[in-house]
């Protein structure tokens, strides 16, 4: 559902919490429950709960609940008024991780999976004066995405924002924009899905782009979508690109309402082994990040957004791989601000089961929510699927993924033909020398001296299914990125596609005094950047470089000296405060530039 800037109200600030591992909220019902003065029984009243600050993670909020994984309570009271004909939705930019939603004692909805956005309408439950309760659960199960081990930290709670928003009766539900060049003409197509209780309902809907003249009127129904094209020279509109990150105000309108976006138009696609914007070809000197901000954790604030972004382009970054879940809406509309190209995932992370009927759902859901949130932003280029779910044991075809593959490239290609499809999964290479056994559990390493026994672990249909083919490949030592990074070029070239790095680095404690040979030490990280990049340089074929990552972050499975037994994961160049580690720092931004003057002199 579209909701930006609609009429609304805030219900971020303060609300009522409280970790509920006892689950005693749920057994006692307390959202129809109320308190009795002097009772006992339920065993809650509101001055019992702690404040907490919605959006939120509770494991930043409360230092007590820092590893605390289980059920919460969420509870808040508001006033609303509802206009004449119209309807009210509770509305969820994402929470950790199943939601159940209960509105004035009645049960508004429930939601089965984290971060993606949701809504349920509330319009015959909204009162004068509401009591809203949201009971979460974050345990990590083996039936969930991401599943029971995933390598950052599983936070819980409200993270993004909460509001109600108010549409009318019939009402634009949603859009969608796409652009493709025809010559000297940029087309440009925008599809409406209009909602009403009346399911026959018929509407005109005006379409309009004020400062490039363009206007068009459809006919939208009920629960289908209605599209139109609006067509203009190439000389008078301005394309979105990092150079020169052009929005405009687009707006739909119907008798009874009038929404408007800041969209940017591009068009974005792939020919051979080059990926092109706008028709021009493009290298994505990128950097892998998290959604995870200094001092809000998973949580961003306008600041914490503006902080990565900064950082990103101080290395010279054009690109950011979004790893590994979907990111808030403001995330993305920062990032057509500031002209920085992304790609988004979803957590099918790790997992061997991918291809099972609950995962299957449960990511195919949170990317079909996330999609139609995010479709119209002009800096996201990249949907991609999935990462590393294949190298439990690639001898096996009865634990790969492909039934889960083949349903999510569907489901991508279905709902945003535009947009380019991939996922962190062609490193996932086998050797005719293998070393792997079940009892290696996770243990991927791979030694550089067989480099040239590798071969591509799926079959050519998987590799067809996708318009870029990434790689996370890491190397052990300093001296290794040439065997390995020539050898993956070499089994993927054939297939005549961009070829892209999505992992790749080493880590380091920032400031350590130790020897520079040392794993951890910031020497050490800087030279294998840099030697990854000296590398690239020789090896054209590969269009994008995305090192693991921008910053440190929160996750208790890394407990070498180098973290400090604080359970922080150290392959940033930033640590976990976003303060750089400069010799690292300084390594990865000159590389990039290095690398960026020598295609530029191709």
Known sequence: MYTHRRQSIDLNGTWKFCPDPMQRCRRQQWWKNPTKPNGIFPCWDVDGLWDTTVPSSWKVQHAELKWYDGHAVYMRDFAAELPAGHEAYLVFDGALYSAQVYLNGQ????????????????????????????????????????????????????????????????????????????????VIGVEVQLESRDRVAREPVTVRIPELGLAATLEAQVGQMAGCELRVPRSKITLWSPGEPRLYRTELATRFETIADEIGYREIRTAGREILLNGEPLRLYGICTHAEFKDTGRTATAAGIQLAIDHAKELGCNFLRCAHYPYPEAWGRALDQAGLLWWEEVPAYWLPNMHSESQTRRTCGMLAETMRRDWNRASLIVWSVSNECCWRNPENPKENNYGYWFEAVKTVRGLDPSRLVSCAEAGNMISVKPVWAPARGDEFDRAIEDAESWRPMHTDEWYALFDVLAANLYVGNPGEAEPAYRRFVEMFKSYNKPLMLSEFGSMSLRGAEVPADQLGSEARHAAILREAYEVFAGLPEITGYCPWCLADIRVPLHWRWYNEGKGVCRYGILDEAYEPKTTVQAALRDAVAKLKQHFQRR
Not at 116 to 122: A, D, E, I, T
């Open 107 to 186: 049960l508004a909805g429930e939601h089965d999976w984290g971060y993606s956005p949701f809504q349920f309408r509330v319009t015959e439950l909204l009162r004068a004066r509401n009591r809203l309760w949201v009971l979460l659960e974050n345990i990590p199960r083996m039936d969930r995405v991401p599943g029971e081990i995933h390598d950052w930290c599983n936070d819980g709670g409200l993270i993004n924002p909460v509001k109600l928003v108010y549409v009318p009766i019939t009402h634009i539900h949603n859009f969608r924009t796409q652009t493709r060049l025809e010559g000297d003409t940029a």
